[in-house]
């Protein structure tokens, strides 16, 4: 888990998501919920995140706001 964390620090500075030791699992969940992935692949993790943050700002804002919503719940 996780190792797809560097590629998206410039998504989690902008949604202010700050990774920790003690929340990295429950993000990393929360993005694979988000994304409707359950899968522990890590690049396909990495590339959907990307996919739904390329749809312009409408869908990227979206995307953040269904992340923080799933980090929160």
């Known amino acids: 888990m ?8 410039p ?8 990774v920790t030791p003690e929340n ?5 969940v929360a993005i694979h919920q988000t994304i409707g992935n359950p899968s522990a692949n890590h690049d396909a993790t990495r590339d959907a995140v ?3 943050l390329r749809g312009g700002d409408e869908k990227r804002k979206a995307f953040v706001e ?7 719940s």
């Open 11 to 18: 998504l989690f500075k902008e949604a202010k998501i700050e």
């Open 66 to 72: 269904a992340l923080l919503k799933a980090i929160r």
């Open 2 to 9: 996780g190792c797809y964390f560097r590629d998206l620090e």
């Open 24 to 28: 990295r699992k429950n993000i990393d």
């Open 50 to 52: 990307r996919e739904r």
